[in-house]
């Protein structure tokens, strides 16, 4: 592998023309592609093997053009205090607003009167319109949400409070802003870490080019493979994350194998043997995780994570290809002026004197002296951390945990103060018989607790199915609620099904939560498999797969701490508590553990490295530090940045998944690979190292350390390159 990848690295620093030239073309493929492509919808939403899935289906089958799928709106007009929406007056401007909506779009399927519709609460305070669209939220025309936003402004006016809820103002969360900050952010930190802005651009330019690449294709290809508009944003994310890292791990050892004197093209390949043999392998672990969301069962997950997946092969690519390639065209500039300098004035000084030990040396000796106390610590803190995950209540927020200052919270709360709080979450019953058959289901849901309405059953014009709605007593997140559906389909037999927006959340946090186990047991123990090919050890891929599985808990607990029992919620502005996004703890086990693994790979190869070299176990960890720690210090760091510009948005989901990755980064960077890894593999010692003999024999040699450079990498000179005086 390494001898590999040192012949690749010195073949695209020579004909680096070449190489730019080659993926700067496939961005413009890929960049034409996205742009004569069809404007990407939302993917279509389903979860396969569920009972509210089975209903949606028996809807559209016997229910035709009912848009049961569609997105939906409610109108909610309030009467001014000792008023009532009966008034004549206000019943005007309620019915002015009906035929306005009805005459707004060709996307509206039904508009309901709420005087003919018992949509007028019983203090006659509240009323509300409900439209019914034929496609999802996504799927909406602006001037379909412009005409039904100006109908709610033009009532407002007149005397009467007018807020819109529904679904049908979701939009795709604008994150750019968040995504700059990050960029920004990286930026700053990488000129910190080289000291030069060359190398620093380096890491960011090949980063972008691959996102671009990636995201135009995924643009390109979205609605032949049905991927949705929200899969660019996953690969984005993603894209960026580890495309900046990539190329950090690789310029870094660039500039090392610089400072050891070694001419310009023999430093590209031989840190692209190297370190790039730890980016192949960490790619490797992110790929595994991304792919393994097929594990779930839900078509769009699977889709999200193959498309994200794919930007981080192309990152990878990019890493060991188009990075040596710019290394060439940025000659000594990647090496910045000030460090030119001082190696020129330490030249021919006591080595001894002119080196002092730099931070990461210092910490790894300080862990290697009380590796006891460091581990405690660091296990108990992120224990004590973890805690609250024990708490966890999962499911899909709706608007009543969006902030008090947008219409959708302030309709919801309309509503729940006029009908009842379970009136924002009605359950959707689907009767597969006739109209007796329909008749005895409402005779048994009335029977039942819970429900604080049920409607007569609506059957289809064959007569051979029927709905019913019902409206549960408490709040659609409530357990109550959920104990609801499921005593509605436990009463009932298999002709009965319950779906409708809170039933489909329900049965989707149950699957998610079904299948975290099996996930997180194909992800880490592919996972353990692969590292135990890359260290060569039993011990190593072990320790590296409890340390993430104890940041990730922690994270949880962490977000269960600030979203659900509100802890710090002001700080972080989280107005109302509630479950934690059903696909939140899948969703940051699979970015957080391609990450983790990305520092994992990279620290702790430098240290293999060192040992198989001839090092003891400690010197191997001082060595492994005092070449990685600052690079890996800097890769979490520029993680957190970007991670973090997404708290301050104001989705609720985006916000949470922004904070989760933050704190899981934070963890697993810090305390895990920074203080409990060191720790352990000094405890370890020559252990940590050990493998059967057996084992040995079978597993192939991939050589990450780069034991057959010493012999199959020419000699300095050969390649024809001018040597390099300068030493960082």
């Given at each position: 592998m390494a001898t590999f990848l040192y012949k690749l690295g010195r073949s695209a620093f020579r004909r680096r023309r070449l190489v730019a030239l080659l993926w700067v073309a496939l961005l413009a493929v890929a960049g034409i592609g996205a742009a004569t492509a069809p404007v990407a919808t939302s993917s279509s939403f389903s979860i396969p093997g569920t009972e509210a899935q089975r209903a949606f289906d028996l809807l559209e089958e016997r229910f035709p053009g009912a848009g049961a799928d569609g997105a939906t709106a409610r109108v909610v007009f309030q009467a001014p205090e000792g008023q009532k929406m009966t008034d004549p007056a206000h019943k005007a401007v309620v019915e002015e607003t009906v035929a306005a909506l009805k005459s707004g779009s060709d996307q509206i399927v039904s508009v309901t009167d709420p005087y003919t519709g018992k949509a007028v609460s019983q203090n006659g305070s509240t009323a509300y319109v409900s439209v019914a669209y034929k496609v999802n939220a996504m799927e909406l025309t602006d001037e379909t949400r412009e005409a039904l936003t100006q109908a709610g402004h033009n009532a407002q006016g007149k005397g009467l409070t007018v807020e819109v809820g529904g679904d049908a103002l979701q939009t795709m969360p604008e994150t750019g802003s968040g995504e700059i900050v990050g960029v920004v952010i990286a930026g700053i930190v990488l000129v910190l870490t080289f000291g030069s802005l060359v190398a620093a651009g380096l890491p960011l330019l090949t980063a972008i080019i691959g996102v671009g690449i990636g995201v135009s294709s995924i643009t390109a290809l979205a609605n032949v493979l049905d991927l949705g508009s929200t899969t660019?944003?996953?690969?984005m994310m993603i894209g960026l994350a580890v495309g900046i890292d990539y190329a950090l791990f690789i310029v870094s050892r660039y500039r090392a194998e610089l400072a050891d004197g070694r001419e310009k093209e023999d430093a590209a390949g031989r840190a692209v043997g190297t370190a790039g043999s730890a980016v192949v392998f960490a790619g490797l672990t992110v790929v595994i995780a991304l792919v393994g969301l097929a594990v779930v069962n839900i078509p769009m997950l699977t889709k999200m994570g193959f498309a994200a997946a794919g930007t981080v092969v192309i990152a990878v690519l990019i890493a060991l290809t188009l990075i040596p390639a710019m290394l060439g065209f940025a000659g000594d500039k990647v090496i910045g002026r000030k460090q030119r300098k001082a190696a020129k004035a330490e030249a021919g000084a006591d080595s001894a004197k002119s080196r002092k030990p730099n931070g990461g040396t210092r910490w790894a000796r300080f862990v290697i002296r009380r590796p006891v106390m460091v581990l405690l610590i660091g296990v108990l803190g992120l224990g004590a951390i973890a805690l609250p995950a024990a708490s966890l209540e999962m499911g899909l927020p709706d608007d009543g945990v969006k902030p008090t200052s947008t219409t959708e919270r302030r309709a919801y709360d309309a509503l729940s103060d006029g009908f009842g709080p379970g009136f924002n979450g009605p359950l959707l019953v689907v009767?597969?018989?006739?109209?007796?058959?329909?008749?005895?289901?409402?005779?048994?849901?009335k029977g039942l607790e819970g429900w604080a309405a049920v409607t007569p059953a609506t059957p289809n014009k064959a007569g051979d199915a029927a709905m019913i709605t019902v409206v549960p007593k408490d709040r659609p997140s409530s357990g109550a609620t959920e104990t609801l559906v499921h005593d509605i389909r436990n009463a009932t037999g298999d002709d009965v099904l319950v779906t409708g927006a809170t039933a489909?959340?329900?049965?989707?946090?149950?699957?998610?939560?079904?299948?975290?186990?099996?996930?997180?047991?194909?992800?880490?123990?592919?996972?353990?498999?692969?590292?135990?090919?890359?260290?060569?050890?039993?011990?190593?891929?072990?320790?590296?797969?409890?340390?993430?599985?104890?940041?990730?808990?922690?994270?949880?607990?962490?977000?269960?701490?600030?979203?659900?029992?509100?802890?710090?919620?002001?700080?972080?502005?989280?107005?109302?508590t509630g479950p934690i996004m059903s696909m939140m703890p899948i969703f940051m086990v699979g970015v957080v553990f391609g990450l983790a693994m990305d520092y994992e790979v990279f620290l702790v190869t430098r240290m293999r490295e060192a040992y198989v070299h001839g090092e003891r176990p400690g010197e191997a960890i001082v060595t492994?530090?005092?070449?990685?720690?600052?690079?890996?210090?800097?890769?979490?760091?520029?993680?957190?940045?970007?991670?973090?510009?997404?708290?301050?948005?104001?989705?609720?989901?985006?916000?949470?998944?922004?904070?989760?990755?933050?704190?899981?980064?934070?963890?697993?960077?810090f305390v895990v690979r920074m203080a409990i890894v060191p720790a352990v593999l000094a405890l370890l010692g020559h252990k940590a190292w050990w493998l059967p003999k057996w084992l040995d024999r079978i597993l192939p040699n991939v050589d990450v350390e780069g034991e057959g450079l010493a012999k199959d990498a020419p000699a300095d000179g050969a390649s024809g390159s001018q040597p390099d005086l300068v030493k960082v």
């Amino acid at each position: 592998m390494a001898t590999f990848l040192y012949k690749l690295g010195r073949s695209a620093f020579r004909r680096r023309r070449l190489v730019a030239l080659l993926w700067v073309a496939l961005l413009a493929v890929a960049g034409i592609g996205a742009a004569t492509a069809p404007v990407a919808t939302s993917s279509s939403f389903s979860i396969p093997g569920t009972e509210a899935q089975r209903a949606f289906d028996l809807l559209e089958e016997r229910f035709p053009g009912a848009g049961a799928d569609g997105a939906t709106a409610r109108v909610v007009f309030q009467a001014p205090e000792g008023q009532k929406m009966t008034d004549p007056a206000h019943k005007a401007v309620v019915e002015e607003t009906v035929a306005a909506l009805k005459s707004g779009s060709d996307q509206i399927v039904s508009v309901t009167d709420p005087y003919t519709g018992k949509a007028v609460s019983q203090n006659g305070s509240t009323a509300y319109v409900s439209v019914a669209y034929k496609v999802n939220a996504m799927e909406l025309t602006d001037e379909t949400r412009e005409a039904l936003t100006q109908a709610g402004h033009n009532a407002q006016g007149k005397g009467l409070t007018v807020e819109v809820g529904g679904d049908a103002l979701q939009t795709m969360p604008e994150t750019g802003s968040g995504e700059i900050v990050g960029v920004v952010i990286a930026g700053i930190v990488l000129v910190l870490t080289f000291g030069s802005l060359v190398a620093a651009g380096l890491p960011l330019l090949t980063a972008i080019i691959g996102v671009g690449i990636g995201v135009s294709s995924i643009t390109a290809l979205a609605n032949v493979l049905d991927l949705g508009s929200t899969t660019s944003t996953l690969a984005m994310m993603i894209g960026l994350a580890v495309g900046i890292d990539y190329a950090l791990f690789i310029v870094s050892r660039y500039r090392a194998e610089l400072a050891d004197g070694r001419e310009k093209e023999d430093a590209a390949g031989r840190a692209v043997g190297t370190a790039g043999s730890a980016v192949v392998f960490a790619g490797l672990t992110v790929v595994i995780a991304l792919v393994g969301l097929a594990v779930v069962n839900i078509p769009m997950l699977t889709k999200m994570g193959f498309a994200a997946a794919g930007t981080v092969v192309i990152a990878v690519l990019i890493a060991l290809t188009l990075i040596p390639a710019m290394l060439g065209f940025a000659g000594d500039k990647v090496i910045g002026r000030k460090q030119r300098k001082a190696a020129k004035a330490e030249a021919g000084a006591d080595s001894a004197k002119s080196r002092k030990p730099n931070g990461g040396t210092r910490w790894a000796r300080f862990v290697i002296r009380r590796p006891v106390m460091v581990l405690l610590i660091g296990v108990l803190g992120l224990g004590a951390i973890a805690l609250p995950a024990a708490s966890l209540e999962m499911g899909l927020p709706d608007d009543g945990v969006k902030p008090t200052s947008t219409t959708e919270r302030r309709a919801y709360d309309a509503l729940s103060d006029g009908f009842g709080p379970g009136f924002n979450g009605p359950l959707l019953v689907v009767v597969d018989g006739d109209k007796a058959t329909a008749d005895r289901t409402v005779s048994t849901i009335k029977g039942l607790e819970g429900w604080a309405a049920v409607t007569p059953a609506t059957p289809n014009k064959a007569g051979d199915a029927a709905m019913i709605t019902v409206v549960p007593k408490d709040r659609p997140s409530s357990g109550a609620t959920e104990t609801l559906v499921h005593d509605i389909r436990n009463a009932t037999g298999d002709d009965v099904l319950v779906t409708g927006a809170t039933a489909m959340n329900i049965d989707f946090s149950q699957k998610m939560n079904d299948a975290l186990v099996p996930y997180l047991a194909l992800v880490v123990g592919l996972a353990f498999l692969l590292l135990t090919v890359v260290f060569r050890s039993i011990l190593v891929p072990l320790k590296a797969a409890l340390g993430f599985l104890l940041s990730v808990v922690a994270a949880l607990g962490a977000v269960v701490a600030v979203f659900q029992w509100g802890w710090l919620g002001s700080l972080f502005g989280v107005e109302q508590t509630g479950p934690i996004m059903s696909m939140m703890p899948i969703f940051m086990v699979g970015v957080v553990f391609g990450l983790a693994m990305d520092y994992e790979v990279f620290l702790v190869t430098r240290m293999r490295e060192a040992y198989v070299h001839g090092e003891r176990p400690g010197e191997a960890i001082v060595t492994g530090f005092k070449h990685s720690a600052r690079v890996v210090t800097a890769a979490a760091v520029i993680m957190i940045a970007v991670f973090s510009g997404f708290i301050g948005m104001t989705d609720q989901m985006i916000k949470m998944i922004g904070f989760g990755l933050a704190v899981a980064v934070l963890f697993d960077a810090f305390v895990v690979r920074m203080a409990i890894v060191p720790a352990v593999l000094a405890l370890l010692g020559h252990k940590a190292w050990w493998l059967p003999k057996w084992l040995d024999r079978i597993l192939p040699n991939v050589d990450v350390e780069g034991e057959g450079l010493a012999k199959d990498a020419p000699a300095d000179g050969a390649s024809g390159s001018q040597p390099d005086l300068v030493k960082v």
